[in-house]
Each structure stands twice: as structure tokens, then as C-alpha cells.
């Protein structure tokens, strides 16, 4: 029967963050130290708990002992370890010596290469507690924080000094010493609620003794139980809990056993916008707020999880207090910022480093309001509109609320720009051109927004690429991967087409006065394999990499939505049945023409039936195919292709043979299969999809 | 309990537990940190517990007046206990008892707040401490100090005396707090706070400030013989032996520089740039300093090593 194992380090108050942080590394150096120890057994289950002032390890199903080891090991050949009269010579006694026998338990094997000496080794294993005793003062040095310290006169280092260790195995101490402190059975409850020393029997009792000292030691177990007493709250309060799972994760390692405690706030406050209300109580004091119903109204009051709450009102009072100051600070702040209008920031963004060599803030913004006027043209949006937009979009942050809570960037940009009596939809601009700030945050709707969020992201991508700036590996500080990823979302999900290849030159046009960037020709070209890059990366999984080789080697780097066309036109036909025999046609069509040259098809060259019949056919419907292909008509394009070419194709390929003697009929052969090829390749790649059947080349005679 | 009487009863306390009491520094700081008692005796072997008031001032934190929470020049509580004892926080929770606050009536939570210094090229980690949400107290264990690694670890606990007094008074006004029975916080400071920021963020003469800030950075590198010239990875050269800089005229010049830099930077003197360069400038400075220090303590023995006056 195998005994469960108990670790717990006691320290002080660790930051929420280090507790999930350090939990995971403790649990992979336990997988693999436990493992190299051999101490393993098929049922072995490892599981981390942990609250700000312990980390801890329960092991189940850890083998009573280590197995025994029985090993030959090969030792130098016989003839170098004893001399022809059967005397040990030194190598025999070293070899001996190293491994702990006796000379005369030295043994002779013979092997292909000679004689050689050999020793048997039994180790008898050790007992799980010694080996245990071995190995976790290496395992609590290898638990890992997002910083480290030192502490009075210690050496090591961990995320906050250490005041007791727990290690237990079954009833027994499992004795071991680290940073100064020796493992015991004495643990430690909450804090102030059961501050004396608790001493544990056994392994198995911890959870339980300790949920009597008020600590509820399994991360998931208090999160739920503080999330039941949020919702509780919310309820009690006669509102809903606005959801914010980062600062759940945050809250729960901010306590031991969690209390729930409200508190409330003045109405006046909620005439603030919500966003900054609950800025103020979640970054400050990292409270939840309270909604009348879910997306209605914020409530003026708050849920404040605690660690103690013996005094629920004492804690409220103290709490209602502070908050009171810091609304009435953001009310102050947001009070200044209406005395002027935005545009009056302006002039404070010149002096706002934008990026060092790429200029100022103002200099970005005078830029973005060229560039947007060039795309409004194009997709037919408001030009004054998103002009303005543009002019506007930054100046939020020159004001003392977005000074105070980053965050609100955007947000409270239009939130001004609508007290301003701004028009709704540049105000809204304001706010959506920061999105889509992540995989799961929407692309702006309108298109003012839309083309103020893309002709942002385009500068900076031009500027950075422009002084050398580009991504490598997982070194991305300006986010470029992320502000690429954005302008193709918005162009496949919002409400504009982009057309990459003008944008980004007229984004380097943008630069001329502000900073000298490598060549137009050099950035065009670098950010046309960025975004290939990102495009690919981002829609491979969905479609399939093939695919999405073959419509990019199509694409021609303008439009965006031209690319999604495409590839949807693709995805479409691929599903279709003839589709293997004609990607498999059109390879072999590309395959033996790739180097042959073009040119006008000579009639009186072709040959009767199946070459005829094809150059017929093509002939007839080359016209609408490439006029299906020039309207973006790619499926209609691919319809005609595979009903009017699929089946002559195929006979053709049967029946003829491309590489005949006569030069004039081959290269006539080739012409017309190339200039087949060609027209399918307007389309999309067909020589870059994969097949499942791999065609007989027809290059190479049989 | 009035502002006074809460100085009195830290005062007491921390004499209690082993602390030397000393006084403020008589020059212009920006926290208690800055005063030598901790700057300069967290550097090196030796033991030291200390406790003291440090008037701070925050140039850029002048509200005029007109806010009842903001001033630009505020009280610290400042504790050090070298090397950091285990039972730290126990000794602070204590003290809080010492005010007439039991912690257990009370939410008190040890939230994660790194410190770190640029000018004095010190950081550490630690807490701030709430108070049922209110911040009252900063507590760090110094890893760096000068750009030296602090070998042992200072503990230093810093009390906000006004935001305490603010919460043991029940007042939600600085102004309005008791300096003692009769006398409040207004009447001592309220005027001083609408002339410093009139000073800090309006007349204060920026050429004056600038001339001044270079002046005394030249005399930090004559009092300690700073070579111009580095030495191998940058390593600071001195054309003095130990014995012979004069560190504390020259700790008190740093302290003068980087009262200069707060200044201009209230004063909206310095750019994003600039600001960087003075910031290492200051840097530079300290570092010198905090090297001739340890180089001077160890010339003379490191001298309070194993002294009673240092530890309890």
C-alpha cells in the first residue's frame, strides 16, 4: 500500500501572479525528479495547490521504494587487467575499486572483440522516504517566479522568504533542509484568523486541517467558492456581476479564504462613464462591479473580496473611502479634460515620442489624415469623415483620464468627441480603430472606423519595416505580426476591401518628410512576405496550406478580398468529385509547359481527335473563362474550367503525346497546353495543390 | 490620535524593538530612501536597525492646496532592520497595534509593489500594505543599492503618516487633520502647499535649477576623485584613495542633483529624452557613491560589524 506524500512551503505573501506561476514549475520538476528517481508507479497523480502563503504537493501512488538494480557492466579486456598468470594488474583493481567489489568478484566475458572484464552490480533499492529526502531540496530550488529575491542573510533566492516546509510521507517526516529551514509537520493557518502553529499526523489530514484554519488551500476550490459568494453578492445587491474573469484569477491568490464584502458609492459618480468607473475600482482596488441586469446599468455599488471580514462594516467604511477619493479624482481629472476640446491636444502630441527614428505623435497623425482620405476615395466612405476621425483618434491621449488609466485609450476619446457634439460615427471611429486588439475582439463595423484602424496599422508597419524593425522569431515589440493580422482581418471581415500594394505606398509616400525609410520598392516588398506570411499563418488551418499556397502564388498583392475570393472558390471545387483528375490535368499541363515558350496556336498543326477537340473547346470558352476571372468570379471561373476542359483534357492527356519528334507540332502542343495552363493559373496555383494520386508525368517518355 | 501623538508611538515602538532613533535629513529629498541612513548604510556587512520621520517632497505631486489628498511635500515612517528579520511583518503588524488598530478587526492584505529607484540605481520587492483598501505602508527588501547588491537584505518599512493619521482621525481631508489638540494639518501646510507649487510648477528659475544641477554633479566627482576615464566593463575609477573622498559632502551633492531634476521636471523644463539623460546622471553619481562608501567601510574594518548599537 503506497503512502501519499505532502510538500508545503510556507512564505510570506506571494503576488497572485507567482502562486500559478510557481505551482506549474513546481509540478513539472516533481514529474521529472520523481521520474529520474525511478520512484514512479503506473497510478502516480501529482496535483499543486497554493494561496499567497503556501505552495503545495500532494503525490498519491508513489512506489514504497525504489526497484532493486541488477546490471553487467563492461570493464578494459581482460588481457590489460590481469597478466598471463592471472594477477590483477592495475586496471583490474581500478575498475574493482570504482564499483566497490572485490578483485575476485570480477568475472571474464568473451565477445567478438575479445575477452573483456565484467562486473555484476546489485543495488538494493532505497526506501521512497530517503530517496525523497534526496531530491526535493532540488526540487524546491527549481520552483520558478517571475522575479526572484534574497532575503536577510540567506543565499538562495524565491519569490518571498520562506518560513516553515511541511514533508510528510504517510505519518513520517521526510527530513530535508533548504534555505535555512528545516522540513517538519508544523504548518501554519490564515493569518489572522488561526495564526498558531498547526501540527499535522499525517499527509492525508492537510486539506481538511487547514479548511479548519480557514484556508482553502486548492486554487479551484476557492476560486469557486468565490465566485459563488460574488454572485451571491450581486444578488443580494439586487444586480448581476459584471464578469471579469483577470481579476477573478487575480483576487483568488490575493487571499487565503474568500470573503465577500460590498460597499457603495455615491449616484453622482455614475455619471461618469461606466468604463472609467470601473477602471478606478478594478486597477486601484481591484473590486467587481455590479450591473442592474447583464450589459444594463452600473449599480453604485461594488463587491470587494477580502481575506478577513470579521467586521464586515469597518471594512466597507474603509473601502467606500478610498474608493470615494479615487472617483472623485478620475471626476477631477475627466472635469479638467472637458475644459478644452480634443483638438486642442493636438499641438501636445508633437512632442509625444511616437517611435524615435519614425518622429513624434503629431507627425504620425498628420500622416494617418493622408492616408485615410486616399482609402475613404477608394472604398467609397466619407473622406471628411475619416479625415477627422484621423485628425482625432490619438488626441485622447494627451488627456489626464487616459494619462491615469491607459486602457481607456479610444473609449474615452469618444466619449469627449460626443460630449463635443462631434458626429457619432467619428466618434466612434475614435474608439474602434484600436480594434481588433486580440484573436477574439471584433473588427470595426463602420467604415470610418475601419479605415482609421487600418491606415494606423499600415504607418506603423511601414515605419518599422522602413528603419529595419521587422519581427524575428518570438522578438515582436511593436506588435507588427499583431497589426498585420488586423488590417487582413478587417479587410475579410469589416466593411472595406484593402488593396495592400497601394496602401503601403502611399503609406511610404506618408513618411517623406518625417523619416528617411529604406526605399518604397524595398518596404513594398518586405511587407508583401510579411503579410503572405501572416496570411498564411492565420488561414492555414482553416483551409489548408496547399490551398492557400495556390491562390497566394495567384494573388497579385492588391486586393485582399480578391485573395479571400479565390480561396473560397478554391475550398468550393475541391469538394467537388472531378476535382482529382483535373488538378492532376492541369498539373502535368503546368509541369511540361513551366519552360516552354508562348505563343499563337497554328490549327493546321493539330492533330485529328482528342488534341482538336481540346483546342475547340478552349477556344470557345478561354473568352468567358478570363473574363470570369478578371470580375473576381472565381467559382464561375472554375465551373467552366472543369465542366467545358475537364473531360478533353483528360482524353487529351490519354491520347496524345506531348513530346513527339517534329519540332513544329510539339511546340505547337506546348503553346496550346501552356497557354491552358496560364489561364488556370490566373485563377489559382493548380500545380501547388495536393493530390491524393500522383499522375503519370507525361514529360518523361514511357 | 493626533499626527504628533502618531509619531510619538512609532517612535516608541520601533526604540522598543532595537531601533536607533534618528533625525531627518537636513537637505531636500525625495523619501526617506534618500536619507544616508539608509542609502548609504544598507550598502556593505553591517547591521543596522533605524527609525526616523523624512518630510518628502514631490514636486511634481503639488496640488496648490486644493486637493485633500496630494501634496508635494508629505511625511514618511521610515524603518530599516539589516539583515531583514523573519518575523518582519509580524513586528509591522504590531506596530499597528501600537496605533490602536488590531489587524484582525480589519482587512489587512500584503499587495505585491517592486520598488525601484532609478536615480539611486536601487530596487527591491515587497508589499504595499492595505488597510481595508487603503494603502498605508510600503515595504521592500532592498536587493540593489547604488547599483550594489545588498548582501544582507535590508528590510525597509515606510508608513504614509498622513494617509494613517487621514484613517485614525476618520477625516477625509489632509487639511483637516490635528497636528495636536488645536493645531490642524491646514494650518501648518496649507499655505506652504500653495507656494511650493506655485515655485515647483511656475517661478521656480529653470536656468538657475540647471546651472545648479551641473555644479553640484561636477563637485560629486571632485570630492570623490571620479575619473572621467572608465575602467575595464565600465567599471568606476577613482583618482582618490577611500579614506580620502569625502563621501557624505558628496552624497549630500547627489541629493541636491536630483532635487534639481524633480524641480525641472515639475517645472516642464526637461523633454522624454532629456529626462533619461538626466535620470542616468543621478544614476552615475550614486553609484560612485555607494562604491567609495563600501570601499571606505571596509578600509576602516567595517567598524559596527557585531555592535550592539546595531542590532537588539
Same mark, same amino acid.
Given at each position: ?18 502562486v ?8 513539472a ?13 503506473r497510478a502516480?497523480?501529482?496535483h ?15 512506489a514504497?521504494?525504489q526497484?532493486d ?6 570493464g578494459?579486456p581482460?588481457?590489460a587487467a ?7 594488474r ?5 575498475f ?5 567489489v572485490d ?16 562486473v ?15 531530491i ?7 520552483i520558478?517566479f ?8 540567506a ?18 517526516v ?36 487547514l479548511a ?10 476557492r476560486?469557486e467558492?468565490m ?24 483576487c ?12 457603495s458609492?455615491d ?7 461606466d468604463?472609467v ?7 486601484h ?8 441586469s447583464?450589459g444594463?446599468?452600473?449599480l ?6 477580502v ?9 466597507a ?6 474608493? %470615494?477619493?479615487r ?7 475627466v ?6 476640446p480634443?483638438?486642442d ?12 527614428r519614425?518622429g ?5 497623425? @498628420?500622416?494617418?489624415?493622408?492616408n485615410?482620405?486616399?482609402l475613404?476615395?477608394?472604398?467609397g ?5 475619416? #479625415?477627422?476621425a484621423?485628425r ?21 476619446g469618444?466619449?469627449?468627441?460626443l ?6 460615427s467619428?466618434a466612434?471611429?475614435? @474608439?474602434?480603430h ?7 475582439d471584433?473588427?470595426?463595423r463602420q ?9 494606423d ?7 518599422c ?5 521587422v ?8 506588435a507588427l505580426?499583431?497589426?498585420?493580422l ?25 513618411y ?8 518604397a ?14 496570411i498564411?499563418?492565420?488561414?492555414k ?8 499556397d495556390a491562390?497566394?502564388?495567384?494573388w497579385?498583392g492588391?486586393?485582399?478580398r480578391?485573395l479571400q ?11 467537388a468529385?472531378?476535382f ?7 498539373k502535368r ?18 492533330e485529328?481527335?482528342?488534341e ?17 476571372t ?8 472554375l465551373?467552366l474550367? #472543369?465542366?467545358?476542359?475537364g #473531360? ?12 513527339v519528334?517534329?519540332?513544329?507540332v %510539339? ?10 495552363a496560364?489561364?488556370?493559373?490566373g ?18 517518355p514511357a | 490620535?493626533t ?23 537636513n ?11 539608509t ?8 547591521? *543596522?536597525?533605524?527609525a ?10 503639488g496640488?496648490? +492646496?486644493e ?6 511635500q508629505?511625511h514618511?515612517y ?9 518575523d518582519?511583518?509580524d513586528?509591522?503588524?504590531?506596530s ?18 517592486d *520598488? ?6 536601487? *530596487?527591491?520587492?515587497g508589499?504595499?500594505? *492595505? ?14 543599492? +547604488? +547599483?550594489?547588491d545588498?548582501?544582507p ?7 504614509g503618516l498622513?494617509r ?6 476618520d ?6 487633520l ?18 511650493w ?5 511656475e517661478?521656480?528659475?529653470i ?12 563637485q560629486?566627482?571632485?570630492l570623490?576623485?571620479l ?6 566593463? +565600465? ?21 541636491k ?5 524633480n524641480v525641472?521636471?515639475a517645472r516642464?523644463?526637461?523633454s ?18 555607494a562604491e567609495s562608501?563600501y570601499?571606505q ?5 567595517f567598524p559596527?560589524?557585531g ?6
Amino acid at each position: 500500500m503506497s503512502s501519499e506524500f505532502l510538500l508545503e512551503i510556507g512564505t510570506e505573501e506571494l503576488p497572485s501572479s507567482f502562486v500559478r506561476h510557481a505551482l506549474q514549475s513546481m509540478k513539472a520538476s516533481a514529474v521529472e525528479l520523481v521520474g529520474q528517481a525511478r520512484l514512479e508507479t503506473r497510478a502516480l497523480e501529482m496535483h499543486t495547490m497554493g494561496t499567497p502563503r503556501r505552495l503545495a504537493l500532494r503525490i498519491r501512488g508513489l512506489a514504497p521504494s525504489q526497484p532493486d538494480r541488477h546490471e553487467t557492466i563492461m570493464g578494459p579486456p581482460w588481457s590489460a587487467a590481469f597478466d598471463p598468470s592471472g594477477a590483477p594488474r592495475k586496471a583490474a583493481e581500478g575498475f574493482a575499486k570504482k564499483h566497490g567489489v572485490d578483485v575476485t568478484a570480477l568475472r571474464k566475458q568473451t565477445t567478438d572483440k575479445g575477452d573483456y572484464v565484467t562486473v555484476e552490480v546489485y543495488e538494493p533499492g532505497k526506501p521512497t522516504h530517503e530517496v525523497l529526502a534526496t531530491i526535493l531540496p532540488e526540487l524546491c530550488s527549481r520552483i520558478s517566479f517571475p522575479k526572484s529575491m534574497r532575503w536577510g542573510t540567506a543565499e538562495v533566492t524565491f519569490g518571498r522568504p520562506i518560513h516553515w516546509i511541511v514533508s510528510l510521507l504517510g505519518d513520517d517526516v521526510v527530513d530535508f533542509e533548504f534555505a535555512n529551514v528545516r522540513a517538519a509537520r508544523k504548518t501554519r493557518g490564515h493569518r489572522f484568523l488561526a495564526p498558531n502553529e498547526l501540527e499535522l499526523d499525517r499527509a492525508t489530514q492537510y486539506e481538511e486541517a487547514l479548511a479548519a484554519a480557514h484556508v482553502v488551500v486548492d486554487v479551484a476550490r476557492r476560486k469557486e467558492r468565490m465566485m459563488e459568494a460574488l454572485r451571491h453578492g450581486a444578488n443580494e445587491l439586487g444586480g448581476v456581476l459584471q464578469p471579469d474573469p483577470f481579476l477573478a484569477d487575480e483576487c483568488v491568490s490575493l487571499v487565503e479564504e474568500p470573503f465577500v464584502v460590498p460597499g457603495s458609492f455615491d449616484d453622482a459618480f455614475l455619471e461618469l462613464p461606466d468604463a472609467v468607473v470601473i477602471s478606478v475600482m478594478r486597477n486601484h482596488q481591484r473590486y467587481f462591479a455590479v450591473r442592474e441586469s447583464p450589459g444594463g446599468p452600473l449599480l453604485s455599488s461594488y463587491l470587494n473580496v477580502v481575506n478577513t471580514a470579521l467586521e464586515p462594516e469597518i471594512i466597507a467604511k474603509g473601502n467606500d473611502r478610498v474608493l %470615494r477619493a479615487r472617483l472623485a479624482d478620475a471626476r477631477f481629472f475627466v472635469e479638467e479634460d472637458l475644459k478644452a476640446p480634443l483638438s486642442d491636444r493636438l499641438r501636445k502630441l508633437e512632442s509625444v515620442v511616437f517611435q524615435s527614428r519614425l518622429g513624434t505623435m503629431g507627425a504620425k497623425v @498628420r500622416r494617418l489624415e493622408a492616408n485615410v482620405r486616399a482609402l475613404a476615395e477608394q472604398s467609397g466612405a466619407d473622406v471628411e469623415a475619416c #479625415a477627422a476621425a484621423a485628425r482625432l483618434c490619438k488626441a485622447d491621449l494627451e488627456t489626464l483620464i487616459v494619462y491615469e488609466f491607459p486602457e481607456l485609450q479610444g473609449e474615452m476619446g469618444r466619449w469627449y468627441a460626443l460630449r463635443e457634439g462631434i458626429d457619432a460615427s467619428i466618434a466612434d471611429a475614435i @474608439r474602434d480603430h484600436y480594434s481588433p486588439q486580440g484573436a477574439d475582439d471584433q473588427v470595426p463595423r463602420q467604415p470610418v472606423g475601419a479605415i482609421v484602424a487600418v491606415a494606423d496599422r499600415i504607418d506603423t508597419l511601414v515605419g518599422c519595416f522602413g528603419i529595419g524593425l521587422v519581427p524575428s522569431g518570438s522578438a515582436d515589440p511593436f506588435a507588427l505580426r499583431r497589426a498585420a493580422l488586423g488590417i487582413i482581418r478587417i479587410a475579410l471581415e469589416g466593411p472595406i476591401d484593402v488593396d495592400l500594394r497601394e496602401l503601403t505606398a502611399e503609406a511610404h509616400g506618408a513618411y517623406a518628410k518625417d523619416a528617411s525609410l529604406a526605399p518604397a520598392e524595398e518596404v513594398c516588398s518586405a511587407l508583401d512576405e510579411f503579410f503572405r506570411g501572416r496570411i498564411r499563418a492565420m488561414l492555414k488551418d482553416e483551409h489548408g496550406a496547399d490551398v492557400l499556397d495556390a491562390c497566394l502564388g495567384a494573388w497579385d498583392g492588391t486586393s485582399l478580398r480578391d485573395l479571400q475570393a479565390r480561396i473560397e472558390a478554391v475550398a468550393e471545387v475541391r469538394d467537388a468529385p472531378e476535382f482529382e483528375t483535373l488538378a492532376i490535368a492541369f498539373k502535368r499541363a503546368f509541369n511540361i509547359t513551366k519552360d516552354s515558350a508562348r505563343g499563337a496556336i497554328d490549327p493546321e498543326l493539330l492533330e485529328a481527335g482528342a488534341e482538336t477537340t481540346l483546342a475547340r473547346r478552349f477556344a470557345t470558352v478561354r473568352d468567358q473563362i478570363r473574363e470570369a476571372t478578371s470580375e473576381r468570379r472565381y467559382a464561375d471561373a472554375l465551373k467552366l474550367v #472543369a465542366k467545358e476542359l475537364g #473531360a478533353p483534357i483528360d482524353r487529351f492527356f490519354d491520347d496524345v503525346f506531348v513530346m513527339v519528334e517534329n519540332d513544329a507540332v %510539339r511546340e505547337n502542343r506546348l503553346r496550346l497546353l501552356g497557354e491552358i495552363a496560364d489561364v488556370v493559373n490566373g485563377i489559382a496555383h493548380f500545380h501547388q495543390l495536393a493530390t491524393k494520386l500522383q499522375g503519370r508525368d507525361p514529360s518523361v517518355p514511357a | 490620535m493626533t499626527f504628533q501623538e502618531l509619531i510619538l508611538a512609532l517612535e516608541r515602538f520601533w526604540a522598543n524593538h532595537g531601533c536607533l532613533i534618528v533625525q531627518p535629513y537636513n537637505s531636500e529629498v525625495g523619501a526617506g530612501t534618500f536619507n544616508p541612513h539608509t542609502f548609504l548604510r544598507a550598502i556593505g556587512p553591517e547591521p *543596522w536597525n533605524v527609525a526616523y520621520v523624512e518630510p518628502s517632497r514631490r514636486p511634481t505631486d503639488g496640488r496648490y +492646496g486644493e486637493n485633500p489628498n496630494r501634496l508635494q511635500q508629505f511625511h514618511q515612517y521610515q524603518v530599516i532592520l539589516k539583515p531583514s528579520p523573519l518575523d518582519i511583518q509580524d513586528l509591522y503588524l504590531e506596530s499597528l497595534r501600537a496605533l490602536g488598530t488590531d489587524p484582525s478587526r480589519h482587512d489587512i492584505r500584503f499587495i505585491e509593489d517592486d *520598488w525601484e529607484s532609478p536615480t539611486l540605481g536601487a *530596487w527591491g520587492l515587497g508589499w504595499q500594505v *492595505w488597510l481595508d483598501g487603503l494603502e498605508i505602508s510600503q515595504f521592500t527588501y532592498f536587493q540593489q543599492c +547604488g +547599483g550594489l547588491d545588498c548582501k544582507p537584505v535590508s528590510g525597509e518599512l515606510t508608513y504614509g503618516l498622513e494617509r494613517i493619521a487621514m484613517y485614525l482621525q476618520d477625516v477625509d481631508d489632509v487639511y483637516e487633520l490635528q497636528w495636536a489638540p488645536g493645531i490642524r494639518y491646514g494650518d501648518l501646510y496649507k499655505r506652504a502647499e500653495w507656494e511650493w507649487s506655485t515655485y515647483n510648477f511656475e517661478q521656480a528659475d529653470i536656468e538657475l535649477q540647471k546651472r545648479l544641477f551641473e555644479e553640484y554633479e561636477k563637485q560629486v566627482a571632485a570630492l570623490l576623485g571620479l575619473l572621467d576615464k572608465r575602467g575595464k566593463g +565600465g567599471a568606476l575609477r577613482f583618482g582618490r584613495e577611500p579614506l580620502e573622498r569625502l563621501i557624505l559632502p558628496a552624497y549630500d551633492a547627489v541629493i541636491k542633483c536630483s532635487h534639481y531634476f524633480n524641480v525641472l521636471d515639475a517645472r516642464g523644463a526637461i523633454s522624454v529624452t532629456e529626462r533619461q539623460r538626466y535620470i542616468g546622471r543621478v544614476r552615475l553619481l550614486a553609484r560612485a557613491v555607494a562604491e567609495s562608501w563600501y570601499s571606505q567601510r571596509e578600509a576602516l574594518g567595517f567598524p559596527l560589524s557585531g555592535t550592539a548599537a546595531a542590532a537588539e
